[in-house]
C-alpha cells in the first residue's frame, strides 16, 4: 500500500460518519491484492463543523484534499472495453486494452459497495442491476430506501438525456428507458435512476445513472470484476457536470503503474507551466462529432524535428464533423485517419530503416488496426534508439518520446524475437471517423481538463515523483 498522508485541514477520522468509515476501509483493504494502482486526489469534500457530510458544492476556502485508491486491474481479454458508439454514426472509435481503471464508491441507503470503471468516454454512469451469472457483482436497487427511477413524464428524462447517443424512452412501466451501445456491439439498457452516491468524503444524494438489467456483453472478465461505469466527459449526464467539477487532472506514471487522478484546481509549483490548447465546441449537431468529447484542434505532427507534408485541412473535422481530434484516457493507445496515419508510417519507417527490423507478416495487424510492427530479439535487453513523434496542437506540442512508439503485444513470439507494434493505429481499418489521443501517449503527463476556461492543458512531469510528492508511493 502507498504510504498516505492527511492534511491537517481534514477533520479527525473519528468524526466521520460510522458508514463512511466502512466505506473507507473496504475501498482501502479491497486494493490490496491487486498489483497496479492508482490514486484518487480530491478536492471536492465538504464537511459541516461537526464532521458531517454536507451535500452542497465546495466553495475555494473549503476546499479539501481527499485521497481515495483508484485500482488498475488487468483484464485477459484483449477485445474487451471498447468505447462507446453514438448509434447515430457508424462505427464511432473502437479501442482495445487489457488494463482497466476503477474506482471504488458506494451507492444507496444503505450504502452498497460499488466498483466502477472510470471512463472520460462516456456520459451516462450505470450499474448492473441484475444479470444470469451468479458470480457478477449487481446493485440491487429494491434493498436501498432512497432510489428513486425516472418517469419517462419527468423533465429530467426528456432534458437531461439530450446528449445520449440513443435517444431515451418510455417503458412499459412508464420510466425512462435508456441505453447504451458500444462498438463491438455490446450494449446495456435498463431504467434512468437516482440514488444517494458515496464518493469519497462527497455525498451526492440525486445522482441520476442508468440501473440496467439486460444488454450483451464481450468482456465477461471485466463483468466479473466490475458493477458498472462512471462516465466522466461533457455531457449533462456525467459525473463530472452532475458534480459541478470545474477542473480536474491526472498523471500516469510511464515507470510503473502509480498515478493520481485529482478533482479541483492543482496549484503546486512543481507541475510547472502548463502548455494548453482550446477545446474545440461546436453548437450545430453534426453525425460524426461528438460535442461532449473533450475535443482539441491537432494541426501537424513532427518526427524527430522533421514536419509531415500534410495540408492542415486534414486535421479538421469536415461538413459531417468526421476529423475531430478527441483526447481520452480511456483509450490506451493513439489512432489517426488514414492519410495521416500512412505518412506518419511511411516517415517512421524511413527513419528507423536499419535499426529495426519490420515484421513482414501481411496476416498480422495488432488490434484490427496497428498494421507496422517489428521483431525484436528477447535477449535484448532494451529496445534500439527510436526518433521522438511531437503532436503539433494549436498553441502547444505534446512529445511522444521514441520508447513509447513501440509495444510489445502480450503472447506474440516468432521463434526467439517478441513482437513490437507501433503505438499508433490507422482509425481508417476500424471504420472511425475520428484521431483520438490515447493514455499511452499521455503517460509522464500532467494533463488537466479546464472545463471553466474551455482547455485542456498538460506538461512533462514524473508521474512516479508526483505520486511520492503527494505521498502516494
Request: proline letters at 9%; one cysteine or more.
Amino acid at each position: 500500500m502507498p504510504t498516505k498522508t492527511r492534511p491537517h485541514s481534514l477533520p479527525p477520522l473519528k468524526n466521520l460518519p460510522e458508514n463512511l468509515l466502512q466505506i473507507l476501509s473496504m475501498a482501502v483493504l479491497g486494493s490490496r491484492h491487486h498489483r497496479l494502482r492508482l490514486t484518487f486526489l480530491f478536492f471536492a469534500a465538504v464537511f459541516n463543523c461537526n464532521g458531517a457530510l454536507s451535500p452542497s458544492p465546495p466553495t475555494p476556502n473549503r476546499q479539501l484534499l481527499f485521497l481515495l485508491p483508484l485500482k488498475t486491474q488487468n483484464i485477459p481479454s484483449l477485445s474487451s472495453s471498447l468505447p462507446r458508439a453514438r448509434a447515430s454514426a457508424e462505427g464511432r472509435l473502437p479501442f482495445r486494452h487489457n488494463i482497466t481503471l476503477t474506482v471504488s464508491v458506494s451507492v444507496g441507503f444503505p450504502p452498497q459497495p460499488a466498483t466502477m470503471v472510470l471512463d472520460t468516454g462516456s456520459e451516462l454512469s450505470w450499474l448492473r442491476c441484475s444479470s444470469p451469472k451468479v458470480q457478477q457483482p449487481v446493485f440491487h436497487p429494491l434493498a436501498s430506501k432512497s432510489y428513486s427511477p425516472v418517469p419517462c413524464s419527468s423533465p429530467t428524462c426528456a432534458a437531461q438525456t439530450r446528449d445520449l447517443p440513443v435517444p431515451a424512452s418510455c417503458d412499459p412501466s412508464k420510466l425512462c428507458h435508456v441505453i447504451v451501445s458500444y462498438a463491438d456491439a455490446s450494449s446495456a439498457e435498463g431504467t434512468l435512476a437516482s440514488d444517494a452516491l458515496l464518493i469519497g468524503p462527497s455525498a451526492r444524494p440525486g445522482f441520476l445513472f442508468g440501473c440496467m438489467d439486460s444488454g450483451q456483453s464481450s468482456s465477461p472478465d471485466e463483468d466479473a470484476r466490475t458493477t458498472g461505469l462512471m462516465g466522466m466527459n461533457r455531457g449533462s449526464l456525467s459525473l463530472v457536470t452532475q458534480m459541478g467539477l470545474g477542473k480536474f487532472s491526472y498523471c500516469i506514471s510511464g515507470l510503473d503503474s502509480s498515478g493520481v487522478l485529482l478533482f479541483g484546481d492543482a496549484g503546486f509549483d512543481w507541475v510547472g507551466p502548463l502548455n494548453y490548447t482550446p477545446l474545440v465546441q461546436i453548437s450545430t449537431p453534426l453525425p460524426y462529432f461528438d460535442r461532449v468529447a473533450y475535443t482539441i484542434q491537432m494541426d501537424g505532427i513532427k518526427v524527430s524535428g522533421k514536419v509531415l507534408p500534410l495540408p492542415k485541412s486534414v486535421f479538421e473535422p469536415d461538413h459531417t464533423g468526421a476529423g475531430q481530434t478527441m483526447v481520452d484516457s480511456g483509450t490506451q493507445f493513439t489512432f489517426l485517419l488514414g492519410p495521416v496515419y500512412a505518412a506518419l508510417k511511411n516517415e517512421f519507417s524511413r527513419q528507423t530503416r536499419g535499426s529495426a527490423r519490420v515484421l513482414n507478416d501481411p496476416n498480422f495487424v495488432f488490434q484490427g488496426a496497428m498494421d507496422l510492427c517489428y521483431l525484436v530479439p528477447s535477449a535484448r535487453p532494451e529496445l534500439p534508439e527510436l526518433p521522438e513523434v511531437r503532436l503539433v496542437f494549436r498553441g502547444a506540442e505534446m512529445s511522444v518520446p521514441g520508447r513509447r512508439l513501440l509495444y510489445r503485444v502480450p503472447g506474440e513470439w516468432r521463434g526467439s524475437d517478441w513482437v513490437y507494434c507501433f503505438t499508433f493505429g490507422n482509425s481508417d481499418l476500424l471504420g472511425v471517423e475520428a484521431f483520438v489521443i490515447g493514455h499511452h501517449h499521455q503517460q509522464d503527463m500532467w494533463m488537466e481538463f479546464d472545463l471553466e476556461r474551455s482547455r485542456v492543458g498538460f506538461a512533462e512531469v514524473r508521474c512516479d515523483l508526483a505520486s511520492q510528492r503527494l505521498g502516494l508511493g
